[in-house]
């Protein structure tokens, strides 16, 4: 599968836990992007890469949200201290150097705070 | 206000109708529009960008209207296949902006 892959794509927590999600883009895709989705809205841009520098960060990005993409191949986010507000599906999308339109996205990894 | 506002719907249809979505975005810097197919537990996926000239493809039909800030999407002869929440999307400027995407209008086609 060529595609945008997310691991894991589950994932339940109990509150106050880190978890880390994994993103590998489409190979060679040097642009990537990570939302949240929540019941009933459409996805929430959280952060953006262009390869391993993090140009740009929503305001959603709270203090316990921190993402890496170290080698500008794939990337994590990561939650700390996590709360049930956290509670969402996150998903990753990735974008060619030379396409500027379109974004890829990945089945996403749906977290459970409980 | 919204960035990108659509009617959630539900838009319950019989197969065979023709059935049309409308989209409102608040920022006139806006470059790129697209309508996202987002069925149930999964990813968004690229239906079709939308073009100031309007385009189609197949039984699909989109619109944009700068002047009003408006998008439509218009699917005829509904397959039960159509099923899903459509997702209106605006591109802030060109480039490496991220999307924004509005609230998705949920369609059911009922035989």
């Known amino acids: 599968d060529t595609g945008v892959s997310q691991n894991p794509r589950h994932k339940i927590t109990k509150r106050g836990q880190n978890v880390t999600f994994r993103c590998d883009p489409i190979?060679?895709?040097?642009?990537l992007y990570w939302y949240r989705q929540t019941l009933g809205q459409g996805p929430e841009f959280l952060t953006y890469?262009?390869?391993?520098?993090?140009?740009?960060k929503s305001r959603l990005l709270s203090d316990r949200f921190s993402a890496e993409r170290p080698k500008g191949s794939f990337s994590t986010l990561e939650i700390q201290r996590t709360e049930q507000g956290d509670s969402a599906m996150y998903l990753c999308a990735s974008l060619p150097r030379d396409v500027q339109e379109t974004q890829y996205f990945g089945p996403g990894t749906r977290l459970l705070v409980l | 206000r919204k960035e990108v506002e659509q009617d959630p719907g539900p838009f319950n249809v019989p197969e065979g109708a023709t059935v049309a979505f409308n989209c409102t975005y608040s920022?006139?810097?806006?470059?790129?529009f697209f309508w996202y197919r987002q069925d149930c537990r999964k990813e968004p996926k690229l239906l079709m960008s939308?073009?100031?000239s309007g385009n189609e493809d197949g039984r699909f039909t989109a619109q944009l209207n700068r002047a009003s800030q408006y998008i439509s999407l218009l699917i005829r002869d509904s397959k039960l296949s159509d099923s899903a929440t459509y997702l209106c999307v605006v591109n802030r400027y060109s480039g490496n902006t991220p999307l924004v995407f509005g609230k998705g209008t949920r369609l059911s086609v009922i035989a």
């Open positions: 890469f262009q390869n391993e520098a993090q140009l740009e």
């Open positions: 190979s060679e895709h040097n642009r």
């Open positions: 939308v073009y100031s």
């Open positions: 920022n006139s810097a806006s470059q790129s």
